[in-house]
C-alpha cells in the first residue's frame, strides 16, 4: 500500500480522528496547530525538508513492497528514479517557495543528495531473519479519558513498516531522514512509537499487556550519506501515558487553547507571517 492509499484509507472512516501528526503540532506549537489544522489557512512558503523526506518514503516503501508483495528486490536505479519523478513532481506543483537547505542547496543538489541517500539504504538495509508484514499499515483506535471512559475520537496513524522476526514477534520501523544523529535518550522518548504501540495493542496485533519492539533507521544527510538504526521499546505503561497526553491535547483542542511556542522549528514554519501578525 502506497502513503497515498494509507491516507484514503483513513479519510473513508467518518468517525472523528486525530492523527499523531496532529497531536506533534500541537504539543510543538498550538498556534500553528490553530493555523494549519482549525482554519485551514494556506502555508506561506514551504521547506524542502517535507517534499524531500516525502520522495524519500515514497522510494522506501517501494522497497519494502516489492518484497512483501513479489519476495524480489527492485533494482537500486527503479527506487532513484521514483525519489527524483516523486520529489521533482511535488516542487513542480508547489504554489509556494521552497525554502532549501544547507546541505542541499537547489534543485539539483536536493536530488543528487536523494539518490545518495536511497543507495546508502540500499546497500545498507539488513533483513536477515524478518518477514514484512506491513507496509504504510493504516490503523485506528479509540481514545479514552483518564478515567477510561471512550470517547468519540479515534487515534489515526500509518505505520511505515512492520516486520516479523523467527520468533513471531514483531518489529515496528519508523524511517526518517536527518542531518545530525539522533541520541538514544530522544528516541525512548518519541511518542510516535508510542502511537503506534497503542494503534497495534488496540487492534489486537499483540496482547494488551505486551511490550512492543520498535527501531528508528535514520538515512543521514551527509556529504557519504549512511543508515544508522536505533531501537526501543514500547510497554503498556508508554501506552497509558500517551492516551493521557492524546486526552490533555484533545482537552486543549477543546478549550481553544493555542499557545504559541518558540523553537528551533520555527525557521522551518509555514505560518511565519501569520504568527507575527497574531
Not at 496532529?22 to 510543538?28: C, K, M, R
Not at 493555523?35 to 514551504?46: A, D, I, L, S, V
Not at 512483501?68 to 519523478?85: G, M
Request: aromatic letters at 10%.
Amino acid at each position: 500500500m502506497t502513503k497515498e492509499q494509507a491516507v484514503q484509507t483513513l479519510k473513508e472512516d467518518y468517525h472523528l480522528h486525530i492523527s499523531y501528526s496532529q497531536i506533534f503540532v500541537y504539543l510543538n506549537c498550538g498556534l500553528r496547530y490553530k493555523f494549519q489544522y482549525m482554519e485551514n489557512r494556506p502555508q506561506e512558503r514551504m521547506s524542502v525538508n517535507l517534499p524531500f523526506g516525502s520522495a524519500i518514503h515514497s522510494s522506501v516503501s517501494r522497497f519494502y513492497e516489492t518484497l512483501r508483495t513479489k519476495s524480489t528486490v527492485e533494482p537500486l536505479n527503479v527506487l532513484q528514479d521514483l525519489f527524483e519523478d516523486a520529489l521533482t513532481l511535488e516542487l513542480d506543483h508547489s504554489d509556494v517557495p521552497i525554502l532549501f537547505k544547507k546541505e542541499a542547496p537547489d534543485r539539483d543538489s536536493a536530488i543528487s543528495l536523494g539518490k545518495a541517500m536511497v543507495e546508502a539504504f540500499y546497500k545498507e538495509i539488513d533483513l536477515t531473519g524478518y518477514k514484512v508484514v506491513g507496509v504504510e499499515l493504516p490503523l485506528r483506535a479509540r481514545l479514552f479519558t483518564d478515567e477510561g471512559v471512550a470517547t468519540d475520537l479515534k487515534l489515526a496513524g500509518i505505520i511505515d513498516v512492520l516486520l516479523m522476526d523467527e520468533n513471531q514477534e514483531l518489529l515496528v520501523v519508523d524511517y526518517k531522514t536527518a542531518v545530525r544523529a539522533k541520541d538514544q535518550e530522544t528516541v525512548d522518548q518519541d511518542l510516535q512509537f508510542s502511537a503506534y504501540s497503542y494503534l497495534l495493542a488496540s487492534n489486537k496485533f499483540t496482547f494488551p499487556t505486551a511490550p512492543v519492539k520498535c527501531r528508528m533507521d535514520v538515512i543521514r544527510k551527509l556529504k557519504v550519506p549512511r543508515m544508522e538504526f536505533y531501537s526501543t521499546v514500547r510497554t503498556a505503561q508508554d501506552r497509558k501515558r500517551f492516551a493521557k497526553i492524546a486526552s490533555a491535547v484533545l482537552a486543549g483542542i477543546e478549550n481553544k487553547v493555542f499557545i504559541p511556542q518558540p523553537s528551533w522549528m520555527c525557521s522551518d514554519c509555514a505560518y511565519q507571517n501569520a504568527c507575527k501578525a497574531w
